[in-house]
């Protein structure tokens, strides 16, 4: 396929995003997704053998989503008017990055305007840690948490497999990521049937989370940032999620992690960081320019190696 078949739907894909990010009116592939994951959930975890269950019902739906949209790009490859809207739509589809600046934006507006509490509600809709009793300082942590993780798995991720393999290989990530992110805890309903779907998401996030690292360092112009990645990236509870966090608290000279409740349960994550400082809205605007750069710098990188490719 000639790498303009790639490179156009990545740039259109990417612009999409910026322009209109998810507008909840707007049908979406993930929430298909999920629907499909919380159906088989219900039907399979239950009973004996719900590690096995687990896993073929992870291993079914990645092959099932790979090979539906392998099958949709073979039947519009050849027709260029056909194939670039279609392509570009996927992409955007793919990706999850101005939404996710806004919601942080929402959460960083109802702390300003309407109090904590409001925060907090207006926080648990992006975060699954529990809000009800956060201070405002673990609130605005959180968003930053939030912001910097997701960069990795909402925007990077997407972008180095879509690299790989195109649409199929980069919507059958987004089946494993949207998996992990409803059946992947460690809770006593869970750890056995979404055992596997965490590990794999483990596995493929490992190279992106450290890429996301790395640029958010060199966005941020920050030697401390990637002092922060080799001291603390590895503290996290997650094997991947530490790296982008380190990187953005050296960035921003601060703390995150601490312990939290999830679903009833004190999790007790390490700090990432040493200098516990009040954050404000400064962090959150310094902390949505070095997204929006690191997004750009990979852009680049990957049309560039498709080029080169």
Known sequence: MDTLYIIIPLFTGLLLDTLIGDPRWLPHPIRLFGNTIAAMEHQFN??????LKGILTTIFLVIVTGTVFFAIIELIKEKPIVYYPVASVFVFYGLANRS?????????????????????????????????????????SAILETLSENLSDGVIAPLFYYSLGGIPLMFAYKMVNTLDSMIGYKNEKYKKFGFFAAKLDDVLNYIPARITALLIALAGFSRRALQFILRYGNKHSSPNAGYPEAALAGVLNCRFGGPNYYHNQLVNKPHIGAHEKKLGNKDLFITIKINILVTLIFSMVCILLLIAI
């Open 46 to 51: 239950r009973g004996s053998g719900k590690k």
């Open 100 to 140: 996710l600046l806004d919601e942080a934006l929402k959460v960083n507006r109802k702390v300003n305007k309407e109090g904590l509490s409001a925060g907090r509600k207006q926080l648990s809709q992006i975060v699954g840690r529990e809000t009800s009793d956060l201070s405002e300082n673990q609130v605005r």
